[in-house]
């Protein structure tokens, strides 16, 4: 009768994550855009899934640390919504979007081999569908990326991808999100599906396919960044390989090919070369950055913040409307601006020193360094702090990773 209840309470567990999962990687921001458009139903505000998050945080938390320094955020962030009058909807799509997801990393999983397994296929799969989707997209010119942009309508991403097929620049928009957003996930598929084999030992897929996936992923997505710290993930693996002579060689022929490919001209090197002509390899980050220390407006509060999208308006007060720069980009920036010192420290204490506290418990090295690849790839844009769900995906791969991190003989 034990064994059934606890088969059950696995069962349960395992479920209510699925669900989480699903909703986490799959129903993403652009989704949701395509159905506000095209049904004019606001699907963004819906309170089911941060109960969801809540219940399962609070019910299969390792312990209340993480939940303790979440409700001293939710605390400060509320009482900067009530100090600068910020609206009720602001608000909750703050907590919806941004706090409310941190206590996801504590959650304990019952058997994780089992679920982190399927969810990997799963993962593993849309991915891959996605890319070769891409692949026929740039073949085709921008015949999906025409008929998203259809579907998108008078959203963001709708002036995105008709701006890149204006100028004839390709960049991969797919359901999971901008292309920023693509260089995420082909970060994480590669993060997850290593880290995976590198505990478990198991290989039951092809870790070339994965390699190559990620690569032509990252490439088609056209961040600077993301392919670097692709290859950078992808150079630590194949140290720890045995035939790594192999490898490295595959991978410097490969990278060759690539690079003088005509994609990666009229793309990738085109756009390294604008930065570099406009003096700005960061793409208007340190711009943006160099001019709130010159023009001394950016002033930041220990306790309270000015809340969410604030930093966006002090932006456009610099440079205009019109200037092409709207958003700071880089979210550290942005959580201390929007939410106060405080809050911003305690966010990154629970989303990068509390996992690595963790891993090196486990002696689990090796997973560090897939975390902090992870962690600087999703610092380099605005994503996380700009309540679009990247911040939760980020979140849910590092409670997935943190899971991973024993192997239990028994119960694994």
């Known amino acids: 009768m034990k064994i059934i209840s606890q088969n059950k309470i696995i069962k349960k567990q395992h479920g209510l994550l699925l669900i989480l999962f699903i909703y986490t990687f799959f129903y993403t921001d652009i989704v949701k855009e395509i159905i506000i458009q095209n049904f004019g139903i606001n699907v963004k505000l819906s309170p089911i899934m941060p109960i969801l998050i809540i219940y399962c945080a609070f019910k299969y938390g390792r312990n209340l640390f993480i939940f303790w320094i979440v409700l001293i955020i939710c605390s400060l962030v509320l009482l900067t919504g009530v100090y600068r009058g910020i609206s009720i909807s602001t608000l ?107 505990i ?64 990666f001209e009229r793309n990738v090197i085109i756009r390294f070369k604008s930065a570099i002509l406009n003096g700005d390899i960061t793409n208007g980050r340190m711009t943006v950055l160099s001019s709130l220390l010159n023009y001394n407006l950016y002033k930041i509060n220990y306790f309270i913040g000015n809340g969410m999208s604030s930093s966006d308006i002090i932006v456009k007060l610099i440079f205009g409307s019109n200037s092409g720069l709207s958003n700071m980009e880089i979210p550290i920036l942005m959580f201390l601006y929007e939410y106060g010192v405080l809050v911003t420290i305690l966010m990154y204490l629970i989303m990068i020193l509390y996992p690595i506290f963790i891993l090196i418990n486990a002696r689990k090295i090796f997973a560090i360094s897939i975390v902090a690849m992870i962690f600087l790839f999703i610092n380099s844009f605005n994503g996380m702090a700009t309540g679009t769900g990247i911040l939760q995906v980020y979140i849910f791969t590092i409670m997935l990773i943190l899971n991973m991190q024993k192997v239990h003989s028994n119960n694994d």
């Not at 026929?136 to 942009?149: A, E, P, Q, R, S």
């Not at 963001?156 to 999100?177: C, E, H, P, Q």
């Not at 088609?220 to 035939?243: A, C, D, Q, R």
């Open 200 to 263: 478990y030992k198991e290989k039951y897929y092809n870790i070339y396919i994965i390699y190559a996936i990620a690569l032509i992923g990252t490439i088609l997505s056209n961040s600077k960044f993301g392919i670097i710290i692709t290859i950078i993930i992808l150079i630590v693996n194949i140290m720890n390989e045995k035939n790594k002579i192999i490898y490295i060689t595959s991978l410097i022929i490969g990278g060759i090919i690539t690079i003088n490919t005509s994609y």
């Open 92 to 198: 909750f799509r703050t907590f919806n979007t941004t706090l409310i997801p941190l206590v996801i990393i504590g959650i304990k999983i019952y058997n994780p081999r089992e679920l982190i397994n399927k969810f990997i296929k799963i993962f593993n799969y849309i991915v891959i569908i996605y890319v070769l989707i891409g692949c026929m997209d740039y073949i085709t010119h921008g015949f999906f990326l025409k008929i998203l942009n259809i579907l998108l309508k008078n959203s963001y991403y709708n002036k995105a991808i008709g701006y890149d097929l204006s100028v004839g620049i390709f960049r991969w928009f797919s359901l999971f999100g901008h292309p920023l957003t693509n260089s995420l996930y082909m970060i994480i598929f590669l993060g997850l599906n290593i880290t995976y084999r590198n």
